[in-house]
C-alpha cells in the first residue's frame, strides 16, 4: 500500500515507522527538515520537506497513486485542507486527519461523505479523556484495554503486599478464583515473566488479565482493590484535556475542582463549565492542596503539559490524602514504572491516538494490536482461519513461542477464557499476548501475514 503521511512530529513518525515495518511504501512530509533527514537515517520511508496543505508538494509525493493519507500535524487547518484536496484531485480512499480543536471535531457531520469526506477525524484530547473516564470507571486498574468490541479487557495492576493471594501459584488462583479470568503477563522487578500454573505471586508484581467486561470489578475487589466509584475529583493544569474531562465529570454529577496557573485561563474554564470550580494556583502547593482538602478527594488527575510535574503532583496528592491519582505522560518509557512508585494509572495520548488511526486502517483478519509493557510485548486480536495451524487442536498440545499466552475468545457471541483443553474454531476471535521477539513465530502459526506488530 502507499501512503502519505503529513506531519512528522512523535505521532506522524510512529504511524510512519509501523506502516513501512509492514512493508507499505510511505511518504513523510513536513516543513522541519532536520528533522526529516534525522528520521530518514531511521526509517525505510522517502521523505518530502513541505506542507502537507500545499498542492504542488501533495503531487510531489504523487498523491494520485496514493490508498491513504494520515494528516497529523499540529494544524488543524493542514490536516483538513490536505485530506480536502486527497478527496477532489484525486479520490485517495482513506483520509484520516488530527483535528483538535474542540468545537471544531464536535461537528463530525461536516467531515461526513457530504462535505469533506474525511473517513476518521481523531482528537489526542479526546481520547485521553476516554481513558481518564476507562480508568476510574474501573478503580483499583492501573490499565484498561477493550476488545472484541468492548466484551474483553485486558486490566492491568499491582499486587499490595497485603493481598491474599501473595505466594500462592496460578494453579491455585485458578481453583481459589470461582470466575473465569486469565492471567496472561506478569512485570517483577522490570522484567516480563511468561506466566504458568506453578508461577508464584510475589508483592509488586504487576499483573495484566484477561476478564469478560461483566467481571472486572468482582476481580479488581478479590485482589483487594477498592472499586468505590469517583465522586470528588481534583484536575491539576487547565488546559483542552482537563476542560473535556471536567465536562465529562459534570455530565455524571462527579464533583470537580481544576487548579490552574494562569488567571486568564481560569476565566475561560469558569465560562464554559457550570458546576465545576476553577482555582487560580499551583496543583504542586502542599498548602493549596491542604486548604481544599485534598484528603477528601477520591481522584487527583494531573494533566499539565509538563509531565515531569504531573508526576510530581500525582505523588504529592496521594502522599497528602487523595485516594487515587492519575497523570499524563507522553514518553512510552515512563508507562509501565509509574504505577511502580505508587500512581493508580497513566494517560498517553500519543499511545491512544496511535491506536485509534491502526485499528481503524488495520486490514485482513487482524483486528487489532496494543503495545504492553515498554512496548516489549503486544496483545492482538485475531480472526482464525480455517488454513491456520491454530485451529483444530487443543491449546495444550501447541508450541507456542516463549511467552505467549491465548487469553480469550469470543465465539458466536460467547466469551470464552480458555484451557488447556480449548480447541480454537475457524472463525474465532482470538484475543493473545506474545514477546515482541517471538513476532516472526506466531506470524507461522498463524499461516497470514499479520497486519501490524507494532
Do not use: W
Request: net charge negative; glycine share 8%; hydrophobic share 40%.
Amino acid at each position: 500500500m502507499k501512503a502519505i503521511v503529513i506531519g512528522a512530529g512523535e505521532v506522524g513518525y510512529s504511524i510512519a515507522d509501523i506502516l513501512s515495518r509492514e512493508g507499505n511504501d510511505i511518504i513523510l512530509i513536513d516543513r522541519d527538515e532536520s528533522r526529516l533527514k534525522a528520521i530518514a537515517e531511521n526509517l525505510d520511508v522517502q521523505t518530502i520537506v513541505g506542507s502537507g496543505s500545499n498542492p504542488r508538494i501533495l503531487k510531489k509525493a504523487k498523491l494520485e497513486q496514493t490508498e491513504m493519507i494520515v494528516a497529523v500535524t499540529d494544524s488543524d487547518e493542514t490536516n483538513i485542507v490536505a485530506c480536502l484536496i486527497a478527496s477532489a484531485k484525486s479520490k485517495v480512499p482513506i483520509k484520516i486527519a488530527r483535528i483538535r480543536t474542540i468545537d471544531l471535531d464536535r461537528e463530525s457531520d461536516l467531515f461526513g461523505k457530504d462535505h469533506l469526506n474525511i473517513d476518521l477525524c481523531i482528537n489526542p484530547e479526546r481520547e485521553a479523556v476516554k481513558k481518564a473516564m476507562r480508568l476510574m470507571e474501573y478503580a483499583g486498574a492501573s490499565e484498561v484495554i477493550d476488545f472484541a468490541d468492548g466484551r474483553i479487557k485486558l486490566i492491568a495492576f499491582s499486587i499490595e503486599a497485603t493481598c491474599g493471594m501473595v505466594g500462592k501459584n496460578l494453579e491455585e488462583f485458578s481453583r481459589i478464583y470461582e470466575e473465569d479470568a486469565l492471567i496472561a503477563s506478569i512485570l517483577r522487578n522490570d522484567q516480563l515473566v511468561a506466566p504458568s500454573g506453578s508461577t508464584v505471586l510475589q508483592a509488586k508484581d504487576y499483573i495484566l488479565v484477561f476478564v469478560e467486561s461483566s467481571k472486572v470489578v468482582p476481580l479488581l475487589r478479590f485482589f483487594g482493590k477498592d472499586t468505590k466509584q469517583a465522586e470528588r475529583v481534583f484536575i491539576m493544569g487547565g488546559g483542552t484535556t482537563a476542560l473535556l474531562l471536567a465536562e465529562e465529570l459534570e455530565e455524571r454529577g462527579v464533583t470537580t475542582k481544576i487548579i490552574e496557573k494562569r488567571q486568564n485561563r481560569c476565566e475561560v474554564i469558569s465560562g464554559r463549565l457550570n458546576r465545576t470550580i476553577c482555582l487560580h494556583g499551583d496543583g504542586t502547593s502542599q498548602d493549596l492542596l491542604r486548604e481544599e482538602n485534598i484528603q477528601e478527594a477520591d481522584y487527583f488527575v494531573a494533566l499539565t503539559s509538563d509531565e515531569e510535574a504531573n508526576i510530581l503532583g500525582a505523588l504529592l496528592a496521594k502522599q497528602m490524602g487523595a485516594k487515587r491519582a492519575l497523570c499524563l505522560v507522553n514518553k512510552i518509557e515512563y508507562t509501565h514504572l509509574i504505577p511502580m512508585i505508587g500512581i493508580d494509572g497513566v494517560i498517553n495520548p500519543r499511545q491512544a491516538t496511535i491506536g485509534k488511526i491502526l485499528h481503524y486502517i488495520r486490514k485482513g483478519k487482524v483486528i487489532s494490536s496494543t503495545p504492553l509493557s515498554d512496548e516489549k510485548a503486544e496483545a492482538v486480536e485475531f480472526i482464525a482461519l480455517e488454513t491456520s495451524d491454530i485451529t483444530g487442536r487443543p491449546l495444550r498440545v501447541m508450541k507456542f513461542p516463549p511467552g505467549t499466552i491465548i487469553g480469550a475468545i469470543i465465539r458466536h457471541d460467547r466469551v470464552i477464557i480458555p484451557s488447556g483443553e480449548t480447541v480454537i474454531l475457524p472463525g474465532d476471535h482470538v484475543i493473545l499476548v506474545t514477546l515482541r521477539s517471538a513476532i516472526p513465530q506466531i506470524e507461522k502459526i498463524l499461516t497470514v501475514k499479520l497486519d501490524y506488530f507494532g
